[in-house]
């Protein structure tokens, strides 16, 4: 697995300031911004004015903008699906849709699967939160045309409904600035299970890479890979404190060859000619990046690329390398092949061209008339098919009869089914999560639809 988690953490820088009164003092810390490579996060304390200022009060916005989730106030373990009405830049990715969970975290990965809690979201308090064991839990959005507010209002844990409720909300702003804002937090972060569902604060994103596999034809499996995470602080989440996380540049913002390559950025970028992309290698675009063999290309951090090489990069490469003798073979291999019918043996040593008949030299004739004919290769690649399926069948049949053999027990055992996946059941540390389809019929503010 590939997996590139980078975090540069600056030290606090701790200055005292003397209060009013005799031989007191107060520690006052000061925290710098946290370098994450893609993000800069900084936390504000309860006491820090900018914590008021970055919560949304959503009871003073348009009420006809402001929606309440039936399905996601009204259940546990669910997800749904979100239009926004803007572009969201996130790890330099336009999104333009995201999955709001129960559990506190957004997702933002293409691909919904049953493991939202592994990779690719935003989390402000990813935890086993179940809104349905209270009347007054409720999971609301807004959107205004330049930012996305989820708020998770009231919800308790699960497993531990005495604790108290929680209210916090994430906001999205479409210049890709992320803001977590906690308005009742009734314990330690820190302190909160994770035995049936993980408790994350930060963000996450990774590359999905398709491969085939071979013992089940026309069957490919999806592999997440993820390449960043950004785990803020647990314990300095409490009432009244709010994170600002504001993105850094990343190689997707460059669109030209010269601007990528001269670019001075935390990432080590590169051009590629085929996809015409500025990447590191190491984003959502990856597997597009390795198919075109942009990997080799980065070698080179070069620009003037004709189109003709572009085309041709072979023939522009064979060219480059051609001595005078090799110039001359390849005339005479061109003057024969037009000379003859593609099918046609020459009988005689002898090759015309321009320059008028020379004779061939033996170590070239011998390797012609040593050349097996074509329908003898095929007929042992036939012949070698066969065996295989024979074999298989025979194999089968042998399992089939003696289950309880030494082989038999040893093919069960690693079967596709028999993997390894990742997968996740409940009463483990990793839940599944069903999709609330968008297709339904309201009835009495609640959607009616089938459960994944």
Sequence with gaps: MERVIVNKVRQFNPRYKRSQGKDAFCFVFRQEDTDHNYYISKTYGPSDPMSK????????MNKEKVKIHGILSNTHRQAARVNLSFDFPFYGHFLREITVATGGFIYTGDVVHRMLTATQYIAPLMANFDPSVSRNSTVIYFDNGTALVVQWDHVHLQDNYNLGSFTFQATLHNTGRIVFAYKEIPIEVSQ???????????LSDAFVVVHKIQQIPNVKRRTIYEYHRVELTKTKITNSTAVEMMPLPTCLQFT???TCISSQ??????????LNRCSSGFDRHRQDWVDNSCRDETKDKICDITDTTYLYPFTTTIVAKTTSRSKEATAGRDMLSTSLPPTSVPTEG??????????QSDSAVGRMQDTPPLHTGLI????LVMLVMVAGVLVTV????????????????RRPSRWPAMKFRRGSGHPAYAEVEPVGQEKEGFIESEQC
């Design 256 to 258: 030209s060859c010269s």
């Design 53 to 60: 200022d970055l919560w949304v009060n959503i009871d003073q």
């Design 380 to 383: 042992l690649g036939i012949l």
């Design 350 to 359: 002898k090759v015309e061209n321009k320059a008028g008949t020379r004779p």
């Design 398 to 413: 042998y399992v089939y009869h003696y289950p309880t053999s030494a082989a038999s027990i040893f093919l069960i055992e």
């Design 192 to 202: 909160i299970s994770s035995v049936n569902h993980p408790v994350k604060v930060g």
């Design 265 to 274: 950025i935390n990432f080590n970028c590169s051009w590629c000619h085929r």
